[in-house]
């Protein structure tokens, strides 16, 4: 299992980005451990990794009453450049 966890600071939260080969055990084990609402997918390729993230950023926002679209399309930016940064360092890309 590869794991990096993101801050935002500017919305004092953060964002964990899984690879793993086992999806349904690593997705439990989250659950149990923080009670709480996982977005995944089985696979990833670059439709998919913006869809999960739109949600992150949709809850992030939404959660901070911060509803302009600009600040959205910032936030979808920066966790996807920050994704594809920490992909690079693993040798890891996505299609």
Do not use: C, P
């Amino acid at each position: 299992m590869i794991k990096k966890t993101f801050k935002i600071k500017i919305y004092d939260t953060s964002v964990e980005f899984i690879i793993t080969k086992d999806i349904l055990k690593t997705v439990n084990n989250i659950y149990k451990k923080h009670n709480t609402d996982y977005r995944y997918t089985d696979y990833i390729n670059i439709n998919t990794l913006s869809h999960e993230t739109f949600h992150a950023v949709m809850a992030i926002t939404s959660d901070r009453a911060s509803y302009e679209e600009e600040n959205r399309a910032w936030l979808q930016g920066y966790i996807m450049q920050e994704i594809f940064n920490f992909l690079k360092t693993k040798d890891l890309t996505i299609a």
